[in-house]
Protein backbone atom coordinates (compact mmCIF):
# COMPACT_ATOMS: atom_id res chain seq x y z
CA UNK A 1 0.00 0.00 0.00
CA UNK A 2 1.06 3.18 -0.88
CA UNK A 3 -0.47 5.89 -0.36
CA UNK A 4 -0.29 9.24 -2.19
CA UNK A 5 -0.94 11.94 0.51
CA UNK A 6 -2.99 12.35 3.54
CA UNK A 7 -6.47 13.11 2.09
CA UNK A 8 -8.22 14.85 4.88
CA UNK A 9 -8.44 14.79 8.77
CA UNK A 10 -11.81 13.79 10.28
CA UNK A 11 -12.82 15.81 13.17
CA UNK A 12 -15.84 15.60 15.21
CA UNK A 13 -18.14 18.18 15.96
CA UNK A 14 -21.02 18.66 18.12
CA UNK A 15 -22.40 21.57 15.64
CA UNK A 16 -21.06 22.73 12.36
CA UNK A 17 -22.46 25.86 12.84
CA UNK A 18 -20.63 26.28 16.06
CA UNK A 19 -17.36 24.79 14.63
CA UNK A 20 -17.04 26.43 11.40
CA UNK A 21 -16.15 29.83 12.27
CA UNK A 22 -13.36 28.60 14.49
CA UNK A 23 -11.88 25.96 11.44
CA UNK A 24 -12.39 28.87 9.20
CA UNK A 25 -10.56 31.81 11.63
CA UNK A 26 -7.51 28.39 11.83
CA UNK A 27 -7.33 27.85 8.13
CA UNK A 28 -7.96 31.41 6.72
CA UNK A 29 -10.48 29.77 4.57
CA UNK A 30 -14.07 29.87 3.94
CA UNK A 31 -16.09 26.45 4.40
CA UNK A 32 -16.17 25.26 0.29
CA UNK A 33 -18.45 21.88 0.80
CA UNK A 34 -21.47 21.23 2.64
CA UNK A 35 -22.56 17.61 2.40
CA UNK A 36 -25.06 14.92 4.18
CA UNK A 37 -23.93 11.54 3.86
CA UNK A 38 -27.28 9.78 5.01
CA UNK A 39 -25.75 6.06 5.35
CA UNK A 40 -23.07 7.62 7.43
CA UNK A 41 -25.47 9.62 9.68
CA UNK A 42 -22.95 12.75 9.32
CA UNK A 43 -22.97 15.82 7.54
CA UNK A 44 -19.89 17.00 6.68
CA UNK A 45 -17.68 20.81 5.78
CA UNK A 46 -14.96 20.57 4.59
CA UNK A 47 -11.68 23.21 4.23
CA UNK A 48 -8.41 22.96 2.60
CA UNK A 49 -5.14 23.49 4.38
CA UNK A 50 -2.80 23.40 1.12
CA UNK A 51 -3.30 20.45 -0.32
CA UNK A 52 -4.95 18.32 2.75
CA UNK A 53 -8.37 18.72 4.00
CA UNK A 54 -10.04 19.17 7.32
CA UNK A 55 -13.05 17.29 7.48
CA UNK A 56 -15.77 18.45 10.10
CA UNK A 57 -18.38 15.72 11.23
CA UNK A 58 -21.64 16.28 12.72
CA UNK A 59 -23.79 13.47 13.60
CA UNK A 60 -27.36 13.18 12.03
CA UNK A 61 -29.03 10.67 14.46
CA UNK A 62 -28.00 9.47 17.92
CA UNK A 63 -26.98 6.14 16.11
CA UNK A 64 -24.01 7.28 13.89
CA UNK A 65 -20.42 6.34 15.04
CA UNK A 66 -19.74 10.38 15.24
CA UNK A 67 -22.77 10.77 17.91
CA UNK A 68 -21.25 7.55 19.87
CA UNK A 69 -17.57 8.92 19.50
CA UNK A 70 -18.52 12.84 20.94
CA UNK A 71 -20.54 11.15 23.43
CA UNK A 72 -17.10 8.70 24.10
CA UNK A 73 -15.31 11.89 24.45
CA UNK A 74 -17.49 13.91 27.35
CA UNK A 75 -19.48 15.22 24.58
CA UNK A 76 -16.38 17.20 23.03
CA UNK A 77 -15.88 15.78 19.47
CA UNK A 78 -11.85 15.54 18.51
CA UNK A 79 -10.05 14.35 15.81
CA UNK A 80 -11.57 11.08 14.66
CA UNK A 81 -9.84 9.77 11.96
CA UNK A 82 -6.73 10.08 9.75
CA UNK A 83 -7.38 9.28 6.05
CA UNK A 84 -4.93 8.16 3.00
CA UNK A 85 -5.05 8.45 -0.40
CA UNK A 86 -4.96 5.76 -2.02
CA UNK A 87 -5.18 4.35 -5.82
CA UNK A 88 -7.36 1.62 -5.57
CA UNK A 89 -9.18 1.04 -2.23
CA UNK A 90 -10.19 -2.59 -2.88
CA UNK A 91 -6.31 -3.48 -3.56
CA UNK A 92 -5.34 -1.36 -0.55
CA UNK A 93 -7.73 -3.45 1.87
CA UNK A 94 -6.60 -6.35 0.28
CA UNK A 95 -2.86 -5.57 1.21
CA UNK A 96 -4.41 -4.49 4.34
CA UNK A 97 -5.96 -7.78 5.24
CA UNK A 98 -3.18 -9.64 3.96
CA UNK A 99 -0.89 -7.69 6.18
CA UNK A 100 -3.00 -8.84 9.53
CA UNK A 101 -4.83 -5.37 10.10
CA UNK A 102 -8.59 -5.68 10.80
CA UNK A 103 -10.79 -4.00 8.81
CA UNK A 104 -14.14 -2.15 9.62
CA UNK A 105 -15.38 -2.31 5.73
CA UNK A 106 -14.56 -5.41 3.86
CA UNK A 107 -15.17 -3.89 0.28
CA UNK A 108 -15.10 0.14 -0.62
CA UNK A 109 -17.92 2.01 -0.15
CA UNK A 110 -19.07 5.80 -1.60
CA UNK A 111 -18.08 8.76 1.12
CA UNK A 112 -18.18 12.18 0.64
CA UNK A 113 -16.99 13.89 -1.89
CA UNK A 114 -17.94 10.62 -4.30
CA UNK A 115 -14.76 9.26 -2.80
CA UNK A 116 -14.79 5.21 -2.39
CA UNK A 117 -14.07 4.92 1.11
CA UNK A 118 -12.90 2.19 3.44
CA UNK A 119 -12.16 2.08 7.33
CA UNK A 120 -9.18 -0.14 9.00
CA UNK A 121 -9.84 -0.77 12.97
CA UNK A 122 -7.88 1.45 15.07
CA UNK A 123 -6.98 -1.88 17.63
CA UNK A 124 -4.78 -2.94 14.31
CA UNK A 125 -3.55 0.68 13.44
CA UNK A 126 -2.03 1.76 16.96
CA UNK A 127 -5.49 3.46 17.97
CA UNK A 128 -5.78 5.65 15.06
CA UNK A 129 -8.67 5.01 12.85
CA UNK A 130 -7.68 4.75 9.60
CA UNK A 131 -9.90 5.82 6.26
CA UNK A 132 -8.21 4.85 2.60
CA UNK A 133 -9.58 7.43 0.48
CA UNK A 134 -9.73 6.48 -3.94
CA UNK A 135 -10.44 9.86 -5.98
CA UNK A 136 -13.52 9.43 -8.27
CA UNK A 137 -12.60 8.40 -11.57
Do not use: W
Not at 33 to 51: L, N, W
Not at 75 to 98: D, K, S, Y
Amino acid sequence: MKPSHIEHLGIAVTSLEEAMPFFEFLTGSKCYSIEVVEDQKVKTAFFKVGEVKIELLEPTSPESTIAKFIEKNGGRGGVHHVAFNVENVAEALAEAEAAGLQLIDKAPRKGAENLMIAFLHPKSTKGVLTELCQQPK
